[in-house]
């Protein structure tokens, strides 16, 4: 059974930091590029972040280019996004994502951060 569990979500002051894991199960890991994606309120899914299955190449939303880092651990079968400088505009639910070259896509139930004072 295939499952992707976000977690490390919640309320954090602007300019405050978070850390999201994605903990993945129910295929090989490693054979899968990984990204997040985010949703406001109101918005469409948008991605944030791209890694790829051995993590030598990441990629970025511009909106996060300097304050997010995407890393993963192929022994661990998890993702992270490490989240600094956090914005108001930050605010959405966070969702992780695994693509394989084959066209096969599963995604998380996805975890809310809020930036707020």
């Known amino acids: 059974q295939v499952q992707l569990v976000e977690s490390g979500g919640g309320l954090v002051q602007p300019g405050g930091s978070l850390r999201l894991s994605c903990a993945v199960s129910?295929?090989?890991?490693?054979?899968?590029?990984m990204s997040w994606h985010r949703q406001a309120p109101g918005k469409e899914r948008e991605l944030v972040a791209f890694i790829t299955s051995g993590g030598g190449t990441t990629n970025y939303a511009d909106s996060v280019k300097g304050r997010f880092t995407i890393s993963r651990d192929n022994a661990k079968n998890t993702v992270y996004l490490q989240m600094n400088s956090l914005k108001p505009e930050d605010t959405a639910v966070y969702y992780c994502?695994?693509?394989?070259?084959?066209?096969?896509?599963?995604w998380g139930k996805g975890t809310l951060v809020t930036v707020s004072s």
């Open positions: 994502n695994a693509g394989s070259a084959y066209g096969i896509t599963y």
């Open positions: 129910g295929f090989t890991f490693s054979r899968y590029s």
